[in-house]
């Protein structure tokens, strides 16, 4: 056990950030969920947040080389309870991603793999530390990845699966991938990205509109590019002030798809304008500056590896959510960390800062 | 692998050295984030603040919907302000594409629910396949109170259903007056292609005949609209605010309607028309087409069968054959010879010996009687065929002609009702221009008794003794007081409806007078060929005309019943100078221009009694009964299987 004087070390700053987010996050679902029957999803969001810092602090009172000792056993069981959720998974809205336990507890798997993973890689790279990378390695790495990745596109959730790729691109870019390597790598993954796409097989169908949705809105405006075109109209017409808090139009009439959830940025900029998006998105720079600062005075690799496949995993989900919210991207179903809608991606993202905080407060260990 | 053997959190490394990530990576990895976070910043900006008004406008589409309200139309009346053509509440379906999530599984349900046979709402969508999807389709009008709780009920299955309060034409029952007053009905295709509807939309309603159409811009008035908040799925949320429909101007047509009454009874169960106009004004008093139609079925709920049925009818009933009749006008037509003889001063020292006919060019032409020395005294009561062919020999072609024209045949009246035709005046000239041939003097012969080429409308026959009557002051008929309507639209009407109009001829004193006595003669003479319609105690004038459909020798050939018979003409005037009512008959087959006479004289009659009442000071309350709408009921099928 640490002492207690540790928390002297512990990240307040940081979790001061994450705190005003989460309850910006509160009010906005609030907002959104007004006129819904998904009225009172705000109260669930604060026992999700409730939960989430209560485990933040009981994670990081292990000693994160305790968890990276066992990975390679957690990794084994992540890949089965990927496996499990194929077979037994409870299936909703066409995917099977939830495993029911009894008391009507669900459980996603996919969601915690994310975590197990960055502990994974960070061992990896740990243990290739000072050596000059090989095909070789590249290729456990990516296996040690896309196993997992390939079970949950199975599922099928393409938004989650994604998440897994910063991880390993992280772990190489850190690991020591030379630029060599990486041409050949982006030009293998061109080529194989635009067989498939060719060949139609490996994208559903739905998957396939809404990247010609993303390409043009306008072409399907009842269809695929439903949800984008409202988005835009959501966040062009907030404008520079907004509309203030519970009054947009496109949130409170329900044009806005999921506007708790997946496009709760676009709610928010609706409210609150560009001023308001501003300021989220200062607060992610603040938060992300944060991290990175903490990698850099963690006190050996693996820590440093952790937080930055922390550090990946969250500005992944914001580029792809908040540019697929202003229409820079195709929608994908990611959530955005610290403000959408949901317990799995509340309690990833604190479990995440519990481990990023362990990393901290044992900085000056050796 | 190096995954299962334990690590030291106290060690080094697997290496054997304290590694640490490079700042120099950590630092690239703060630029990235930077560089990300900037992108999205610009994407924000280009939405939020480039292309915000854009965007608002979007949102405003988005969430309001403009609720139409119908401006109610303008009333028509008498002119004596009685009651024509009302209004009556109605509420109407319409279909809002939108708002529709997946049509086929709630066609069934809405077919049930309103009554409509699935296959007709999807010719409905069909139709409106290239409007635009913002623009609502009407389903159903007039729907009944059971279908507007079914609506209501089904607000959430169904948010593509919405009903709109409308105010419908509700005419007068029996086809009264259905040609002067016309129908309204939906905007048609052509006609929105047209510039001058330009102004319309699809689904729009719009006078499409008689009065309804020439004013349809006073009488439509202008439609206003409530901005409704509604939520994606169409509920309504609030209100913002509404422009207030501004109703359509009430007319007032002159129209009279005792005299419409008694017009309308004199034609039952007859085909022809009945015009009555005031020959000082110009102002139609009533004007009858016969068989006639029901307006209301036009307005609502127009059913296959009923449009065959009128489509198909034989007799035309859609035809207003006041203004669409061009026959051969007769012997009516011999005041218009008498007129032209006169001031020619041919006439006034012809005499004919009449022996049932006489021979021009080697041919005989027949009269119907032997009426022995004839002279224009006696030649207009007489009918007497002889003398007008002589007439017409030695007047010629073109100068009969000139004074037809001159009168107003064969050109429009320029009457403020549509589709007026223009009849046929045959001249040399005409008969070059459309026959490429000379006009032989044989053919003069006939139209000095209003037959041959000659043809001529109700209307035309009116308003020609209407100024022949007065002395040679000829009024453009209309039907529509000049005062109800603003200056610059009666100018655009007026040009709308070319014609004759206003005109003035010389004509002398003693002419007038000769006239208008020998026409006197036609009804109160027992020599005359209308004594049997002489009204006791009135100066009744007039001229019948018994115009042939086929010739004599056809006509004794064959023996087709009813259509051989002649048409009945008449036109007649009261009192006999300085007429206050002009009225023309046509009877078609009504065999003898007499039998028409009677009819007119029904008119005449009621005008001189309602003159007398008034002059008792005795109020007259005579109203047509309004059609009540049919009550709508879930069983009214809207269109009929094809039989």
């Known amino acids: 056990m640490p002492r207690l004087s540790s928390y002297r070390d512990f990240d307040w700053v940081l979790l001061g950030f994450v705190l005003l987010l989460s309850l910006i996050s509160v009010l906005e679902i609030k907002s959104a969920t007004l006129h819904t029957k998904f009225h009172g999803f705000d109260h669930k969001q604060v026992q999700f947040l409730a939960g989430g810092i209560f485990l933040m602090f009981v994670i990081s009172l292990i000693d994160y080389h305790r968890l990276i000792d066992i990975i390679h056993w957690a990794y084994g069981v992540s890949v089965l309870s990927l496996i499990a959720v194929l077979i037994v998974g409870t299936k909703v809205l066409g995917g099977r991603r939830w495993i029911k336990f009894p008391g009507g507890i669900h459980f996603q798997p996919s969601e915690w793999v994310k975590l197990v993973l960055i502990l994974a890689v960070a061992r990896y790279f740990w243990g290739l530390a000072g050596k000059e990378l090989t095909w070789g390695d590249i290729g456990k790495a990516a296996a040690m990845v896309m196993v997992p990745m390939a079970l949950v596109l199975k599922q099928p959730d393409l938004g989650t699966a994604l998440t897994y790729l910063p991880i390993l691109i992280c772990g190489l870019f850190l690991g020591g991938i030379r630029v060599k390597q990486v041409g050949l790598v982006v030009l293998a993954i061109a080529l194989i990205g635009g067989v498939a796409w060719k060949s139609g097989k490996h994208l559903k169908p739905y998957q396939q509109a809404r990247i010609n949705a993303f390409m043009d809105p306008d072409s399907d405006p009842r269809g695929s590019g439903y949800q984008i075109r409202q988005s835009l109209i959501a966040v062009g017409s907030g404008g520079i002030w907004g509309k203030g808090a519970n009054k947009g139009t496109q949130t409170q009439g329900d044009f806005l798809p999921i506007p708790y959830t997946d496009f709760i940025f676009a709610a928010f900029c609706e409210e609150h304008g560009f001023v308001g998006a501003i300021g989220v998105l200062l607060l992610y720079f603040l938060i992300l500056m944060r991290l990175i600062q903490n990698a850099q005075t963690a006190s050996d690799l693996p820590g440093s590896f952790i937080i930055m496949g922390v550090v990946a995993v969250i500005v992944f989900q914001i580029a792809v959510n908040v540019g697929m919210v202003v229409g820079l991207m195709p929608v994908t179903g990611i959530p955005l960390p610290l403000l959408s809608y949901g317990g799995s991606s509340v309690l990833f993202t604190f479990l995440s800062l519990g481990i990023v905080m362990n990393i901290r407060m044992r900085r000056f260990v050796n | ?643």
């Open chain 2, 1 to 643: 692998m190096q995954m299962t053997h334990h690590i030291d959190p106290n060690d080094v490394g697997p290496n054997g050295r304290a590694e640490k990530v490079s700042a120099g990576k950590l630092h690239a990895a703060q630029y990235i984030v930077a560089g990300i976070l900037i992108v999205l910043i610009t994407g924000l900006w280009r939405l939020q603040v480039l292309g915000a008004d854009n965007f608002r406008a979007l949102a405003e589409a988005n969430r309001i919907r403009k609720v139409p309200i119908l401006a109610p139309r303008g009333r028509l009346f008498d002119r004596e302000g009685r009651l024509l053509v009302d209004n009556y509440p109605s509420v109407s379906c319409y279909l809002l594409r939108e708002q529709v999530k997946d049509l086929d599984v709630d066609l069934p349900l809405i077919s049930q629910g309103l009554h409509i046979p699935i296959e007709q709402i999807q010719s409905t969508l069909r139709r409106y396949q290239i409007a635009p999807k913002y623009q609502p389709i009407p389903l159903k009008q007039d729907i009944s109170p059971d279908e507007q709780a079914f609506i209501a009920a089904h607000r959430d299955e169904l948010p593509e259903l919405e009903t709109l309060d409308e105010q419908r034409r509700l005419y007068p029952r029996d086809g009264f007056a259905a040609h002067l007053i016309g129908y309204v009905g939906e905007v048609s295709e052509q006609m929105l292609d047209d510039p001058r509807y330009a102004f319309y939309s699809p689904g729009d309603v719009v006078g499409r005949s008689g009065v309804e159409q020439t004013y349809d811009a006073l009488l439509r008035g202008k439609d206003g609209s409530r901005d409704v908040i509604v939520n994606s799925h169409g509920k309504e949320l609030g209100h913002l605010g509404q422009e207030l429909a501004i109703p359509g101007k009430d007319l007032k047509l002159t129209i009279d309607l005792d005299l419409q009454i008694a017009a309308e009874k004199a034609l039952d169960g007859k085909n022809g028309a009945i015009v009555a106009m005031d020959p000082h004004t110009g102002e139609i008093l009533a004007m009858v087409s016969r068989p006639t139609y029901d307006p209301n079925q036009f307005s609502v709920r127009l059913t296959k069968n009923y449009w065959n049925e009128i489509i198909n009818n034989p007799d035309h009933p859609l035809l207003n054959k006041s203004l669409q009749a061009q026959l051969a006008p007769g012997s009516t037509f011999k005041i218009i010879m008498s007129v032209a003889g006169l001031q020619e001063n041919v006439a006034q020292t012809m005499h004919v010996s009449c022996n049932g006919g006489a021979e021009f060019y080697g041919h005989f032409y027949a009269c119907d009687k032997h009426h022995g020395a004839v002279d224009i005294n006696n030649a207009i009561p007489y009918s007497c065929d002889t003398f007008y062919y002589t007439l017409a020999n030695r007047l010629g072609i073109d100068t009969i002609a000139k004074y037809a024209t001159s009168v107003g045949l064969g050109q429009r009246t320029g009457i403020d009702l549509p589709d007026e035709v223009t009849g046929t005046m045959p001249s040399t000239a005409w008969k070059l221009k459309t026959q490429h041939d000379k006009w032989f003097a044989g053919e003069t012969i006939s139209v000095g008794i209003g037959q041959g080429a000659v043809t001529a409308t109700p209307m035309q026959l009116a308003r020609a003794l209407s100024g022949i009557a007065s002395g040679g002051v000829f009024r453009r008929p209309h039907v529509i007081f000049a005062d109800e309507v603003p200056p610059e639209m009666q100018q655009a009407i007026q040009e709308s409806f070319p014609g004759s109009g206003d005109a003035i001829i010389p004509l002398t004193t003693e002419n007038w007078q000769l006239i208008t006595d020998a026409m006197a003669n036609v009804t109160s003479s027992p020599i005359g060929t209308a004594y049997a319609a002489h009204l006791e105690g009135v100066d009744f004038a007039g001229k019948t005309g018994t115009a042939q459909v086929i010739g004599h020798d056809a006509l004794a050939k064959t023996n087709k019943g009813h259509n051989t018979e002649p048409n009945a003409w008449f036109v007649g005037m009261a009192p006999r100078r300085n007429p206050d009512i002009v009225v023309a008959v046509l009877w078609e087959h009504g065999n003898w221009g007499n039998n028409s006479a009677k009819l007119a004289s029904q008119i005449i009659d009621a005008y001189v009694n309602k003159q007398r009442k008034r002059d008792n000071n005795i109020r007259i309350a005579t109203t047509p009964e309004p059609a009540k709408p049919a009550a709508p009921t879930s069983e009214t099928p809207t269109v009929p299987s094809a039989e």
